[in-house]
T-cell receptor
Framework: DAGVTQSPTHLIKTRGQQVTLRCSPK?????VSWYQQALGQGPQFIFQ???????QRGNFPDRFSGHQFPNYSSELNVNALLLGDSALYLC???????????????FGPGTRLTVL | AQTVTQSQPEMSVQEAETVTLSCTYD???????LFWYKQPPSRQMILVIR??????QNATENRFSVNFQKAAKSFSLKISDSQLGDAAMYFC?????????????FGKGTLLTVNP
């Protein structure tokens, strides 16, 4: 089992550019969450995707958008990059997608985004 | 909104000794989950231990145990017989048990150093 994988590992962009980060969930998982972890901080929830729909969103501007594909993989898109978007972006997957019961979120290694 | 506070930015412990990491949280909900995650340097975040708020018994996983004080909204992690591999950033996290709220809310983390 490959676990949660993310690509690319590192990325350098300039202000104003757009970026796409990718995540493949752990086998059997159908739900993907994205988090932003700034240097020296805890992860902050961006949004969660289930059944190809965004079902919960954190306090992030519309510049942050996402997508989930039929195979449950997901993309995070950030438009009009700002210096403050520099961070480690973590993807986490879980199963199943419904209900209030606890379902452990398994994290990927992250994508380190640097905005110059 | 829920908040999680970790008041110890850094802690150190001698190998084979015991260390306790502190966490407090604020919520108006009665049913929720609490977690401790470990993030080793440049490695994936992994779940160390979890606690369901409705359970009075403190969770234990091998050398890791928690002291859950619901009334005080306190959730500390005790690591016994510390090992060099325990060195990492530790995050306390909260998740509502409400069906429509899936996000994890993290504290800022505690960097644990284990001295040989």
């Amino acid at each position: 089992d490959a676990g949660v994988t993310q690509s690319p590992t590192h990325l350098i962009k300039t202000r104003g550019q757009q970026v796409t980060l990718r995540c493949s969930p752990k086998s059997g998982h159908d739900t993907v969450s994205w988090y932003q972890q700034a240097l020296g901080q805890g992860p902050q929830f961006i949004f969660q995707y289930y059944e190809e729909e965004e079902r919960q969103r954190g306090n992030f501007p519309d510049r942050f958008s996402g997508h989930q594909f039929p195979n449950y993989s997901s993309e995070l898109n950030v438009n009009a990059l700002l210096l403050g978007d520099s961070a480690l972006y973590l993807c986490a997957s879980s199963f199943p997608g419904q209900g209030a019961s606890y379902n452990e979120q398994f994290f990927g290694p992250g994508t380190r985004l640097t905005v110059l | 909104a829920q908040t999680v506070t970790q008041s110890q930015p850094e802690m150190s412990v001698q190998e084979a000794e015991t260390v306790t990491l502190s966490c407090t949280y604020d919520t108006s909900e009665s049913d929720y989950y609490l977690f401790w995650y470990k993030q080793p340097p440049s490695r994936q975040m992994i779940l160390v231990i979890r606690q369901e708020a409705y359970k009075q018994q403190n969770a234990t996983e091998n050398r890791f145990s928690v002291n859950f004080q619901k009334a005080a909204k306190s959730f500390s992690l005790k690591i016994s017989d510390s090992q060099l591999g325990d060195a990492a950033m530790y995050f306390c996290a909260y998740r509502s048990a409400r069906g429509s709220n899936y996000k994890l809310t993290f504290g800022k983390g505690t960097l644990l150093t284990v001295n040989p």
